[in-house]
């Protein structure tokens, strides 16, 4: 445990000492003002790398031999490579967050799947999922939350952080994420064909099941509040800087969702008419908008031709610009009242050209320029970079060459 602990504390004094800065709080201003709709210049994120292709110069080989502490030595180190090798707009925090020990928000259910991989040191894999419900009865399978915490197990967890941190980083305990998505669960759990049939040919039935799922979600959010087990302020929101001057930014207690930023998204529901959008998601999850401050809509869901039914998101301040938007089409629907959140092509690291990447970047920005959006470039979903991890460094020069122009 020692020797552990010695590697521990060594990787933490080098965050310790990049998150004492000056431009860490210059980034997190010019955050703010994004997050304001009144930026200095478009923000660069990485995020959901292909860790497994990233090992240069044994930089992410593990060291201790408690499986505990490796964990949180993986971590560290992820956060000091991103920082050597691609650091763009991402904030050195000087803390370290622990989760708390929370069971209960999954809603009685688990996916029934078949999985196919083509690398086995990589995450990503292919997913052949089973239908579960196939009719008005199988609603039962979903169980509303039963939130519990198991304090002593959290008590441990912040203790052997604090061992380990003392004096070189804060140690925050981390609640539950805002990740409510309705229908990237139903995906899982019908499987996308299985779920867009059942949109057309029993539409009660998907009904239903959306609004089980968000009473499910205020019943447990809720719980989470009244438990004292929401948490802020928030460094980021699925990948992009939340720091802003619109929330509570010191540490308080309680929270409670209004207080936070949600996520929110219906990925599967990319191919579905603007109506029937509004039907079955931003009116079902109507409920789980209203009570957060400030909501981050979409992802891969291609936004430009719903912007009508987002719009009517309460809250709402960023919004997701996928590859497969019409970039010009999304900016003018946007018209800058919202922060256009630019999902660039990962595959343009698979098959890689800079030509292509500078271009992207280049034409998104006048783009954006042309219809005054507060643009950031969030670059997300690498599943490979065919094993040249340099082809991810030069990306996050030539982003931040390009937003510096």
């Known amino acids: 445990m020692n020797k552990d602990k010695t590697i521990l504390r060594n990787l933490a004094g080098q965050i310790a000492e990049i998150a004492a800065l000056p431009i860490q709080d210059e980034k997190r201003s010019l955050w703010r003002k994004l997050n304001s709709l009144k930026p200095e210049r478009p923000m660069v994120m990485i995020d959901q790398v292909c860790w497994n292709e990233m090992n240069a110069n044994d930089t992410l080989t593990l060291q201790c031999e408690n499986e505990e502490l490796r964990g949180w030595e993986l971590a560290l180190r992820k956060r000091l490579y991103q920082w050597m090798y691609f650091p763009v707009d991402s904030v050195m925090e000087p803390f370290v967050s622990i989760k708390k020990s929370v069971v209960g928000m999954n809603l009685g259910m688990s996916n029934q799947e078949h999985t196919l991989a083509t690398d086995d040191t990589n995450s990503v894999v292919s997913h052949a999922y089973v239908n579960q419900f196939a009719s008005i009865e199988d609603l039962e399978k979903i169980k509303f939350p039963v939130v ?5 197990e959290t008590s441990r967890r912040i203790a052997i952080a604090q061992e380990m941190f003392d004096g070189l980083l804060e140690v925050r305990a981390e609640g539950p994420a805002a990740y409510l998505s309705v229908w990237d669960p139903i995906s899982m759990w019908m499987g996308v064909e299985g779920a867009l049939y059942s949109l057309i040919d029993q539409p009660e039935l998907m009904i239903a099941l ?3 799922i968000v009473d499910g979600y205020m019943t447990g959010l809720d719980q989470l509040e009244a438990l004292n087990l929401l948490e802020g302020p928030q460094s980021l929101i699925h990948c992009t800087g939340a720091w802003t001057n619109e929330l509570p930014q010191e540490i308080k207690s309680p929270w409670t969702t209004k207080d936070i930023w949600m996520f929110g998204l219906a990925q599967m529901l990319a191919t579905v008419s603007p109506a029937m959008y509004e039907e079955f998601e931003i009116e079902i999850s109507m409920p789980l908008f209203k009570r957060f401050g400030l909501v981050y809509y979409g992802c891969c869901d291609p936004l430009d031709r719903k912007m009508d039914q987002v719009r009517r998101i309460p809250n709402l301040r960023k919004v997701s610009m996928s590859p497969w938007t019409d970039k010009a089409l ?13 999902k660039p092509n990962p595959a343009y690291l698979a098959e890689y050209d800079e030509t292509v990447i500078r271009n992207d970047l280049r034409e998104t920005m006048e783009i954006c320029k042309r219809y005054n959006c507060p643009v950031e470039f969030i670059l997300k979903d690498i599943s490979t970079v065919k094993y040249n991890p340099e082809r991810l460094w030069r990306w996050a020069q030539i982003a931040m060459e390009e937003v510096g122009r």
């Open 330 to 342: 999304g900016a003018s629907q946007i018209n800058g009242d919202y922060v256009y959140s630019y």
């Open 210 to 212: 959306a609004h089980k």
């Open 148 to 152: 519990k915490h198991d304090e002593r």
